[in-house]
């Protein structure tokens, strides 16, 4: 072994630990939900998951992976085109692509796939990429193994969109396309991309878009259906990504919902459909059953958005100033990396278990804890941990 390399890392860890931005993974002894038990500490509320609709735990969901564990096996042992490819997958697709209003949809082992695999496909040398400032990493990366030319425009900025749109016009190649990204809601922020302005302007300069939707799908809209479904924009999206790891389920996987022709295009030359095992049988059927449960229990929703509203209106009464947004995504600035993570510290010392997020995932200066709602918390997780925010920002003199 290379002693000289590993040293590097070690004091590049320890560094990290000094100035207080050293990374801590608490190891769960049950599984996700409103309450669950963490290793050394008891039962803690959860307040940092993804999951929007508390159906990671619903015995329904778990029953339906377990049946799909049952009749399917293990792991599907082979990449789609060659051997894993399982009917429950066409279900789940047909599903998705229903859910997301579109004619066809493609599974993915998880949404990062789907979007590194579709970006670079479809938008290749003499294309052009539009893209928010702000998207996701996954996103980013995409862009990055692309070959089309690039620009990013400041966040949800539309003189700027069309600004870099105009750029994009000059620049690609003769029967080129333009392709604007957008997260449909921002992870970090909260908020909404703004499409209908994007989709009006994208129209004038004859460019597709393309909207990750992992963090709305099962969250905005009158029937949970996403961003699209929010704005009254359902079947104008053309590539609409999206995950089964977080409202749906929570267990893993992605997809991407577009035309045939596009999701025809992903199963022929897609590098992680071509490459990749298929997603785990019983994870789909797991997912199939969480979309059949958000399309028929309305009460879901309802719960979820109560409860986001009880947590963001308690948070401002006693001081917090939480950016504004419509999701599930309850964000509050603290300023440095190290902050975030002391007050999560302290945050769980009192039984409430949320992430204090900083450099590299958001700019310098600009750390915060990320409260996320469920429909699974109750009244009294909910109080549980308000009262714990009330302790710990008084402690550290926010509130």
């Known amino acids: 072994m290379n002693a000289e390399f590993h040293a590097k890392w070690s004091d590049s860890n320890t560094a990290m630990v000094e100035n207080g931005t050293w990374k801590t993974l608490r190891h769960l002894e049950g599984p996700m939900s409103a309450r669950t038990r963490m290793e050394n500490r008891g039962e803690v509320v959860i307040l940092s998951s993804n999951n929007y609709l508390g159906l990671a735990n619903h015995p ?7 049946a799909g564990l049952d009749m399917y096996g293990a792991g599907t042992a082979s990449v789609r085109f060659i051997c894993g490819t399982f009917t429950i997958h066409r279900e789940l697709e047909k599903a998705l692509a229903d859910l997301s209003g579109t004619e066809a949809a493609l599974s993915y082992v998880s949404c990062w796939s789907a979007n590194t695999g ?56 003769e029967g080129g396309s333009i392709l604007v990204i957008t997260d449909g809601v921002f992870s970090m922020e909260g908020d909404l991309a703004r499409l209908p302005d994007i989709l009006e302007i994208a129209g004038r300069f004859g460019a597709a878009v393309m909207v990750d939707d992992s963090h709305a799908t ?35 996987g992605g997809y991407v919902a577009s035309s045939r022709a596009v999701v ?24 199939l ?11 879901l929703l309802a719960r979820l958005r109560e409860n986001t509203h009880t947590l963001r209106n308690g948070l401002k009464s006693m001081g917090f100033n939480p950016l504004e947004g419509e999701s599930g995504i309850i964000p509050i ?5 190290s ?10 010392d009192r039984g409430v278990f949320v992430t204090g997020f900083g450099f590299p995932v958001v700019p310098e ?12 918390l109750t009244k009294g997780d909910i109080e549980k941990a308000l009262d714990a925010f009330s302790a710990v920002g008084r402690e550290l003199g926010l509130i």
């Open 289 to 299: 059953e969480a979309v059949r449960l958000l399309r028929g229990d309305a009460a």
């Open 333 to 337: 600035i603290v300023g440095q990396t």
């Open 118 to 173: 579709a970006i670079p496909l479809l938008a290749s040398q003499g294309d052009v990429i539009v893209s928010d400032e702000l998207n996701h990493a996954s996103i980013i990366d995409g862009i990055r193994l692309s070959k089309a030319e690039r620009r990013i425009y400041k966040h949800s900025d539309m003189k700027n969109l069309e600004s870099k749109l105009t750029e994009a016009r000059k620049i690609k190649g």
């Open 339 to 348: 902050f975030a993570i002391d007050m999560s510290a302290k945050l769980l």
């Open 365 to 376: 200066g600009t750390a915060r804890i990320r409260v996320q709602s469920s429909a699974a």
């Open 218 to 252: 099962g969250v905005l809209g009158p029937h949970g259906r996403g961003t699209p479904e929010h704005y009254g924009l359902e079947g104008q999206i053309d590539i609409i990504t999206g995950t089964l790891g977080k409202a749906l389920g929570g267990a893993a």
């Open 264 to 287: 025809d295009a992903l199963i022929q030359s897609s590098r992680p459909q071509i490459f990749s095992n298929a997603l785990p049988a019983s994870v789909a059927a797991g997912a």
């Open 60 to 66: 329904d969901v778990v029953a339906a992976s377990k």
